[in-house]
Nanobody
Framework: QVQLVESGGGLVRTGDSLRLSCAAS????????MGWYRQAPGKQRELVAT???????NFADSVKGRFTISRDNAKNTVVLLMDSLKPEDTAVYYC???????????????WGQGTLVTVSS
């Protein structure tokens, strides 16, 4: 069973930086995509950033230029560096992975438990 464990959330001030980390553990064949989604109170979960095994990245427009995502394929880890944080970045951040499994042959979404990021004004 694959688990994603996040760390690094917390309370910061506007303009501060924060680093979120996520590590995947368990039996898996390959992880195609890793990334981060977030959910603010009263809102739907939304994409923040993803990175493929080939290092292609995708960012939400709201975080472009402020957030950076990186991945270590050998360690199955992903890191989100968040700079110039704003109050509207306040949300629970969820680590995400798109797994490739062999038996049965399929792809599967896996989510972490979430870590709270609060940005005060």
């Amino acid at each position: 069973q694959v688990q994603l464990v996040e760390s690094g959330g917390g309370l910061v001030r506007t303009g501060d930086s924060l680093r979120l980390s996520c590590a995947a553990s368990g039996s898996m064949f390959r992880i195609n995509v890793m990334g981060w989604y977030r959910q603010a109170p009263g809102k739907q979960r939304e994409l923040v950033a993803t990175v493929t095994s080939g290092a292609s990245t995708n960012f939400a427009d709201s975080v472009k230029g402020r957030f950076t995502i990186s991945r270590d394929n050998a360690k199955n880890t992903v890191v989100l560096l968040m700079d110039s944080l704003k109050p509207e970045d306040t949300a629970v951040y969820y680590c995400y992975a798109l797994l490739v499994e062999l038996f049965p042959s399929r792809t599967r979404d896996v989510w972490g438990q979430g870590t709270l990021v609060t940005v005060s004004s």
